[in-house]
Protein backbone atom coordinates (compact mmCIF):
# COMPACT_ATOMS: atom_id res chain seq x y z
CA UNK A 1 0.00 0.00 0.00
CA UNK A 2 1.22 3.11 -1.03
CA UNK A 3 1.58 6.17 1.66
CA UNK A 4 3.16 8.94 2.78
CA UNK A 5 3.23 10.86 5.72
CA UNK A 6 4.33 13.82 6.54
CA UNK A 7 6.27 15.61 9.73
CA UNK A 8 7.84 18.32 11.93
CA UNK A 9 5.67 21.00 11.73
CA UNK A 10 4.46 23.10 14.70
CA UNK A 11 4.38 26.70 15.97
CA UNK A 12 7.72 28.57 15.35
CA UNK A 13 8.54 31.92 15.78
CA UNK A 14 9.02 34.63 12.39
CA UNK A 15 12.35 34.39 11.33
CA UNK A 16 12.77 30.92 12.54
CA UNK A 17 12.91 27.31 11.00
CA UNK A 18 11.50 24.16 11.09
CA UNK A 19 12.31 21.08 8.90
CA UNK A 20 9.77 19.02 6.85
CA UNK A 21 10.14 14.83 6.55
CA UNK A 22 8.10 13.24 4.19
CA UNK A 23 8.68 9.38 5.09
CA UNK A 24 7.13 7.04 2.00
CA UNK A 25 6.52 3.19 2.41
CA UNK A 26 4.57 1.07 -0.26
CA UNK A 27 6.77 1.90 -3.24
CA UNK A 28 9.95 2.71 -4.46
CA UNK A 29 10.72 6.24 -3.97
CA UNK A 30 13.39 6.06 -7.04
CA UNK A 31 10.06 6.28 -9.20
CA UNK A 32 8.54 9.16 -8.29
CA UNK A 33 9.12 12.93 -8.27
CA UNK A 34 7.90 14.29 -4.56
CA UNK A 35 6.04 17.33 -4.34
CA UNK A 36 5.25 19.66 -1.24
CA UNK A 37 2.04 21.72 -1.41
CA UNK A 38 0.65 23.84 1.57
CA UNK A 39 -3.55 24.97 1.64
CA UNK A 40 -3.73 27.83 3.92
CA UNK A 41 -6.67 28.34 5.71
CA UNK A 42 -9.57 29.60 3.02
CA UNK A 43 -7.51 29.45 0.18
CA UNK A 44 -6.50 26.59 -2.39
CA UNK A 45 -3.94 24.29 -2.07
CA UNK A 46 -0.66 25.74 -3.98
CA UNK A 47 2.83 24.35 -4.53
CA UNK A 48 5.60 25.04 -2.45
CA UNK A 49 8.70 22.82 -4.22
CA UNK A 50 8.92 19.79 -5.76
CA UNK A 51 12.09 17.36 -6.77
CA UNK A 52 12.60 14.70 -9.14
CA UNK A 53 13.81 11.43 -8.58
CA UNK A 54 17.62 11.31 -9.49
CA UNK A 55 18.48 13.60 -12.18
CA UNK A 56 18.87 16.63 -8.99
CA UNK A 57 15.81 19.16 -11.05
CA UNK A 58 13.98 20.85 -8.35
CA UNK A 59 11.15 23.73 -8.47
CA UNK A 60 10.64 26.50 -6.00
CA UNK A 61 7.53 29.07 -5.65
CA UNK A 62 8.79 32.46 -5.69
CA UNK A 63 7.10 32.87 -2.15
CA UNK A 64 9.88 30.61 -0.67
CA UNK A 65 12.72 30.71 -3.01
CA UNK A 66 16.34 31.60 -1.18
CA UNK A 67 14.58 30.39 2.21
CA UNK A 68 13.23 26.79 1.75
CA UNK A 69 15.46 23.75 0.07
CA UNK A 70 13.82 20.89 -1.22
CA UNK A 71 15.89 17.29 -0.80
CA UNK A 72 15.47 13.75 -1.09
CA UNK A 73 17.43 10.32 0.73
CA UNK A 74 15.75 8.12 -1.85
CA UNK A 75 17.86 4.82 0.53
CA UNK A 76 15.84 6.16 3.39
CA UNK A 77 12.68 6.75 1.77
CA UNK A 78 12.55 10.35 3.03
CA UNK A 79 12.04 13.61 1.16
CA UNK A 80 12.82 16.80 3.35
CA UNK A 81 11.96 20.35 3.42
CA UNK A 82 14.02 22.81 5.11
CA UNK A 83 12.38 25.92 6.00
CA UNK A 84 14.45 28.82 6.96
CA UNK A 85 13.36 32.62 7.84
CA UNK A 86 9.60 31.58 8.18
CA UNK A 87 7.18 34.15 7.76
CA UNK A 88 3.77 34.26 9.08
CA UNK A 89 2.15 33.70 5.67
CA UNK A 90 3.72 30.34 5.12
CA UNK A 91 1.57 29.31 7.60
CA UNK A 92 -0.53 26.56 6.62
CA UNK A 93 -0.91 22.71 6.30
CA UNK A 94 2.07 21.01 4.02
CA UNK A 95 1.53 18.23 2.19
CA UNK A 96 3.57 15.75 -0.06
CA UNK A 97 2.83 13.60 -2.66
CA UNK A 98 4.05 11.85 -5.44
CA UNK A 99 4.30 13.38 -9.39
CA UNK A 100 3.41 11.14 -12.00
CA UNK A 101 6.74 9.75 -13.21
CA UNK A 102 10.50 10.07 -11.78
CA UNK A 103 11.04 13.24 -13.83
CA UNK A 104 10.11 16.74 -12.74
CA UNK A 105 7.56 17.85 -15.40
CA UNK A 106 4.43 18.90 -13.84
CA UNK A 107 4.16 21.01 -10.51
CA UNK A 108 0.18 21.30 -10.40
CA UNK A 109 -1.57 20.03 -7.38
CA UNK A 110 -4.09 18.10 -9.18
CA UNK A 111 -1.22 16.28 -11.55
CA UNK A 112 -0.06 14.37 -7.95
CA UNK A 113 -1.14 11.88 -5.99
CA UNK A 114 -0.62 9.74 -3.19
CA UNK A 115 -1.31 12.72 -0.69
CA UNK A 116 -0.20 12.35 3.23
CA UNK A 117 -2.13 13.82 5.84
CA UNK A 118 -0.29 16.99 6.23
CA UNK A 119 1.53 18.60 8.87
CA UNK A 120 0.75 21.60 10.19
CA UNK A 121 2.91 24.66 10.18
CA UNK A 122 2.03 28.14 12.20
CA UNK A 123 4.17 31.00 11.82
CA UNK A 124 3.49 33.36 14.78
CA UNK A 125 4.96 35.53 17.25
Known amino acids: QVQLAESGGGLVQPGGSLRLSCAVS????????IGWFRQASGKEREVVSC????????FYADSVKGRFTISRDNAKKTVYLLMNSLKPEDTAVYYC??????????????????WGQGTQVTVSS
Open 97 to 114: ATGPGSRLVTTAPWEYDN
Open 26 to 33: GFTLDDYA
Open 51 to 58: ISSSEGST
